[in-house]
């Protein structure tokens, strides 16, 4: 084998590695089928912690005595719909309509959010 010949082969076997570990070490984004859409939660709570972030926006509801994570849409669509990431600040009143986690207790994906009578449709 050429010596050229051997630089290329190592040069694609190192991009190879190089991608397989970018895959192996990212996070993994759940699917919304992980979510029981024949359960609808309807829950109205102080905003506590929200992130407007790729690939979804996040945000922690409490209502009563219970913490939700909020699985939101992506902040490019959020935008579009006029929820903006000042509406999702600590201290805002918040009511979301949406489908809890098959099994991961305390979360729920978004269909639907309310803050200050503006409701937007996350789907």
Not at 8 to 18: V, Y
Not at 35 to 40: A, G, H, I
Request: hydrophobic content about 40%.
């Amino acid at each position: 084998m050429k010596a050229s010949n051997i630089v290329r082969f190592a040069k694609a076997t190192c991009a190879l590695l190089l991608l397989l570990c970018c895959f192996a070490f990212s996070p993994l984004h759940h699917g919304w089928s992980n979510y029981d859409q024949t359960k609808k939660l309807n829950y109205t709570g102080e905003i506590i912690e929200s992130s407007y972030e790729n690939p979804h926006g996040m945000m922690k509801l409490k209502v009563d005595d219970k913490v939700w994570t909020v699985v939101l849409a992506p902040p490019s669509r959020m935008e579009s719909r006029g929820l903006t990431k000042d509406m999702l600040k600590k201290g805002m009143t918040a009511s979301v309509l949406g489908y809890p986690h098959f099994k991961v207790k305390d979360e729920m994906r978004a269909e639907w959010i309310s803050i200050d009578d503006k409701k937007t449709e996350l789907r």
